[in-house]
Nanobody, 119 residues
Framework: QVQLVESGGGLVQAGDSLRLSCAAS????????MDWFRQAPGKERVFVAR????????GYANSVKGRFTISRDNAKNTVYLHMNTLKPEDTAVYYC????????????WGQGTQVTVSS
């Protein structure tokens, strides 16, 4: 079955950087677009970033544009989220998702990794 396993979360200070990873198995990774979403306490899960199956196309939420970068390594079946200049409002559980179309919502989800940014 499909498994998405996030890692790399933790407690950091405002202004720090962090890299999240999501390792995928059970699917042909190179044919799936990949997403990062996040969910803050008491709020809905919201879109953060997306990357096409080839890695040629990316998209970002306005709140993270210019600070976060999504990338992927199809040889390692892994997608990354590079987060720079972190702010307390970036505190959330971060989830990766996979979908067969770049323009659809994720079909598969990981279990999430906690990112906490202190001021």
């Amino acid at each position: 079955q499909v498994q998405l396993v996030e890692s790399g979360g933790g407690l950091v200070q405002a202004g720090d950087s962090l890299r999240l990873s999501c390792a995928a198995s059970g699917l042909t990774f190179s044919t799936y677009a990949m997403d990062w979403f996040r969910q803050a306490p008491g709020k809905e899960r919201v879109f953060v970033a997306r990357i096409s199956s080839s890695g040629n196309y990316t998209g970002y939420a306005n709140s993270v544009k210019g600070r976060f970068t999504i990338s992927r390594d199809n040889a390692k079946n892994t997608v990354y989220l590079h987060m720079n200049t972190l702010k307390p409002e970036d505190t959330a559980v971060y989830y990766c998702g996979a979908q067969s179309s770049y323009y659809s919502d994720p079909t598969y989800w990981g279990q999430g990794t906690q990112v906490t940014v202190s001021s």
